[in-house]
């Protein structure tokens, strides 16, 4: 498949992605913004949302040449266009970011539903406007989001 083809309905934490928890993408940065990122988080465990892993990672698939491996991700195409994936979210990613025109994927079906995305907006759509200002005076409460769902092309929103 074509990752450059595709919107991808992601979800992420801040500590399973560099974007969310800053707003940038590692892959991204200028060497510069990296080697000054990387100092100021030196003894800091971000896991996989921190500044180096989505950079090594990306390295290593290609000096790997996963983009023509299956890489055993599984993958459904919504009725939305989006594409939602069991696992191998950071390497779809990847394989979007550095614009490689190929990724093997275990599985591609096709699903008659709508990703989770689009079925939050829906959700909200259908709102009164009582029930949209008790939302946002709750969301005001709450500090940090355990979790980001969010189209690739969009950007990220707190869903």
């Keep these: 498949m074509n990752p450059q083809d595709y919107s991808y309905a992601f979800r992420f934490s801040r500590y399973d992605c560099f974007k969310v928890r800053t707003g940038i993408c590692s892959l991204h940065l200028t060497n510069e ?21 989505c950079r090594l990672f990306a ?11 299956n890489t055993l991700i599984d ?8 594409v939602a994936l069991a696992s191998g979210q950071h390497r779809t990613c990847i394989a979007k970011t550095i614009k ?15 990703c989770r995305v689009c079925s939050f907006k829906k959700g909200e759509g259908q709102k009164t ?5 008790i939302n946002t005076y709750k969301k ?20």
């Design 140 to 159: 005001r409460k709450r500090k940090k989001f355990a979790n980001h769902n969010f189209i690739d092309d969009e950007g990220i929103y707190y869903y």
């Design 129 to 133: 406007t009582l029930q949209k200002l």
């Design 100 to 114: 490689r025109d190929s990724l093997t994927l275990n599985t591609f079906k096709y699903n008659d539903g709508i």
């Design 59 to 69: 390295s290593h698939m290609i000096k790997e040449d996963w983009f023509k491996k």
């Design 75 to 82: 993958a459904d195409h919504y009725k939305c266009g989006h």
């Design 33 to 53: 913004q990296y080697q000054k990122i990387k100092e100021r988080e030196k003894n800091k465990d971000f896991k996989a949302g921190s500044v180096d892993y």
